[in-house]
């Protein structure tokens, strides 16, 4: 089993959709967990960080953090084309574990 | 946040030979790692490179097949030794800013072996 899982998709849904990416995992030592956003051809851009459980909010994004079920989710509201990008989750104990990746992409 | 560069941005390279790829952060960060992303994988720790001191390689990297250097606190370089196709991979550096939770990657090498 691995540490992080997540469905690869893609992911295909309209304009001004909510979008919900989500990550499970097994390691109950995770304490940090990130969002990273990585457009084609380039290299993964952090977008959001949450220490332990619980939910924050940046704009049209929203991370939450379940740790008694070991879940982990991105929403994005109002999505946008150019949110179309790999999204990786990842979680840290003593170096970053990351899922293989959902592929988004918003339609207009 | 760090601004990170790599050089060259992408290579193709014959069987057998090797490649340098730098790296270059804008600002003197402790730790630097090295990841390999390969198509529909998550992204794969290779080593972990601070200054001063040897890198660690990850299970299932040798530093034969792939040396680091870091001789200093805002650069670094990884070799890709005697390649082979297997070896054809997206290969990103990142640095850690130290406050446990913030790592950033540069924008990557595109590595082709033929």
């Known amino acids: 089993q691995k540490e992080v899982e997540q469905d690869p998709g893609p992911l295909s849904v309209p304009e001004g959709a909510i979008v919900s990416l989500n990550c499970t995992y097994s390691n109950s030592a995770f304490q940090y967990f990130m969002w990273y956003r990585q457009y084609s051809r380039k290299g993964p851009e952090l977008l959001m960080y949450?220490?332990?459980?619980g939910n924050k909010e940046d704009g049209r994004f929203t991370a939450q953090v379940d740790k008694s079920s070991k879940y982990i989710s991105l929403f994005i509201r109002d999505s946008q084309p150019s949110d179309s990008a790999t999204y990786l989750c990842a979680m840290r104990r003593d170096k970053l574990i990351f899922g293989t990746g959902t592929r988004l992409q918003v339609f207009p | 946040s760090a601004v990170i560069s790599q050089k060259p941005s992408r290579d193709i390279c014959q069987r057998g030979t090797s490649l340098t790829i730098q790296c270059q952060v804008d600002s003197q960060v402790t730790m630097m790692f090295w990841y390999r992303q390969q198509p529909g994988q998550s992204l794969t720790l290779i080593a972990t490179?601070?200054?001063?001191?040897?890198?660690?390689?990850e299970s299932g990297f040798v530093i034969d097949k792939f040396p680091i250097s870091r001789p200093n606190l805002t650069f670094s370089t990884l070799t890709v030794s005697n390649m082979s196709p297997e070896d054809s991979s997206i290969y990103l550096c990142s640095v850690d800013t130290g406050l446990g939770y913030e790592q950033y990657f540069g924008p990557g090498t595109r590595l082709t072996v033929t």
């Open positions: 490179a601070n200054q001063g001191s040897e890198a660690t390689y």
């Open positions: 949450t220490y332990s459980s």
